[in-house]
């Protein structure tokens, strides 16, 4: 399993480590790696819910898959819409309440793992039926372009001057990614977690404007989500939390700038609890094509994305052990 990659942190709270199918579905596969693909045709009326406002990560990774899913004639008629709501739990709701229904699939997350938790959620991804993990990508550390912070360092020093007086946004509900990452860096400069104020915006589309607008001391989330504001410099990114340098950004590592932490957020598909094997065999099947293509390929490259492809049993493993340890973590922070 290809978790998260560890989560280092000095000082932060202990412990802190922190895609459905088609009921039209015309060909039968076996889940997994090994399977035989979708033979008789392509799977037709595929809708992929996407958990929260256009234009953030989830919506731009439903998108792009719908897209290749299409090109690559693997899919017909697929749909992607917006269910925006309580941080990814209003979707996973409707999720898990269509038991049964092979058209319906929703692009979801580390962060909607945390919010199931913080918003208090009847339902759990640990209801759904897992399909495959999708990709993972490093967060960036961004700053709007008249930002008084040109580096990281600057943004460290009166951090730690005044923590509560420094804004922090993020695209996700607390025990999302965009939320855990502030949290960690802030542990890893030395600064008490619980002083951190923290601004939860329903993904990147709402976080954007406030990053635009200078409404924020910083924010944090995936550089994916505005590589095009980043592109035209009116976002700037002061460090990215990723083993190595993001491609195609030109910003440090926290490593390189001796902040001892590196985060990844990864991004998957799943569908309704109860569906059939075969609707389940199908889509697997459908998106391991997917994930072979050449399209999927460029996707990941345009992105910045990693690819982090899992499918079946594996992914539920890996859904099991994410769900178990945000709980755990969010339950010692008083936020579960």
């Given at each position: 399993?290809?978790?998260?990659?560890?989560?280092?942190?000095?000082?932060?709270?202990?412990?802190?480590a922190l895609m459905a199918t088609g009921c039209g579905a015309t060909g039968k596969s076996s889940t997994g790696s090994e399977s035989?693909?979708?033979?008789?045709?392509?799977?037709?009326?595929?809708?992929?819910?996407?958990?929260?406002?256009?234009?953030?990560?989830?919506?731009?990774?439903?998108?792009?898959?719908?897209?290749?899913?299409?090109?690559?004639?693997?899919?017909?008629?697929?749909?992607?819409?917006?269910?925006?709501?309580?941080?990814?739990?209003?979707?996973?709701?409707?999720?898990?309440?269509?038991?049964?229904?092979?058209?319906?699939?929703?692009?979801?997350?580390?962060?909607?793992?945390?919010?199931?938790?913080?918003?208090?959620?009847?339902?759990?991804?640990?209801?759904?039926?897992?399909?495959?993990?999708?990709?993972?990508?490093?967060?960036?550390?961004?700053?709007?372009?008249?930002s008084p912070y040109k580096t990281i360092d600057d943004l460290v020093t009166a951090w730690k001057a005044d923590p509560a007086s420094?804004?922090?946004?993020?695209?996700?509900?607390?025990?999302?990614?965009?939320?855990?990452?502030?949290?960690?860096?802030?542990?890893?400069?030395?600064?008490?977690?619980?002083?951190?104020?923290?601004?939860?915006?329903?993904?990147?589309?709402?976080?954007?404007?406030?990053?635009?607008?200078?409404?924020?001391?910083?924010?944090?989330?995936?550089?994916?989500?505005?590589?095009?504001?980043?592109?035209?410099?009116?976002?700037?990114?002061?460090?990215?939390?990723?083993?190595?340098?993001?491609?195609?950004?030109?910003?440090?590592?926290?490593?390189?700038?001796?902040?001892?932490?590196?985060?990844?957020?990864?991004?998957?598909?799943?569908?309704?609890?109860?569906?059939?094997?075969?609707?389940?065999?199908?889509?697997?099947?459908?998106?391991?094509?997917?994930?072979?293509?050449?399209?999927?390929?460029?996707?990941?490259?345009?992105?910045?994305?990693?690819?982090?492809?899992?499918?079946?049993?594996?992914?539920?493993?890996f859904l099991t052990e994410q769900d178990k340890r945000v709980a755990d973590v969010l339950t010692k922070l008083g936020l579960a």
């Open positions: 399993m290809r978790q998260i990659r560890a989560l280092r942190v000095a000082a932060v709270a202990a412990g802190i035989s693909g979708a033979a008789a045709g392509p799977i037709t009326g595929l809708q992929i819910m996407v958990p929260n406002t256009p234009g953030g990560g989830y919506d731009t990774t439903a998108r792009a898959a719908a897209k290749v899913l299409e090109d690559e004639k693997i899919t017909s008629n697929t749909e992607v819409f917006n269910l925006a709501g309580a941080g990814g739990t209003v979707g996973l709701a409707r999720v898990v309440n269509e038991k049964g229904n092979g058209d319906l699939a929703m692009l979801m997350g580390l962060g909607v793992v945390g919010a199931s938790y913080t918003n208090k959620s009847e339902s759990k991804l640990t209801e759904t039926t897992p399909l495959a993990r999708l990709i993972e990508e490093p967060g960036a550390i961004m700053v709007s372009k008249d420094i804004s922090v946004g993020g695209g996700s509900s607390p025990g999302g990614p965009d939320h855990l990452l502030p949290m960690q860096l802030a542990g890893a400069v030395g600064i008490d977690a619980t002083k951190v104020n923290f601004v939860s915006y329903d993904g990147g589309g709402d976080l954007l404007p406030a990053i635009l607008g200078n409404k924020l001391g910083f924010a944090a989330s995936g550089a994916g989500e505005y590589l095009q504001q980043i592109e035209s410099g009116e976002v700037r990114v002061l460090a990215t939390s990723g083993e190595e340098r993001l491609e195609g950004v030109d910003a440090p590592t926290l490593k390189e700038s001796n902040i001892d932490l590196v985060f990844t957020n990864w991004r998957g598909i799943v569908a309704p609890p109860g569906i059939s094997d075969e609707d389940k065999a199908s889509m697997i099947a459908a998106l391991e094509k997917m994930h072979e293509s050449e399209g999927w390929k460029e996707a990941l490259k345009t992105h910045s994305w990693s690819d982090a492809f899992i499918t079946g049993d594996e992914f539920e493993t």
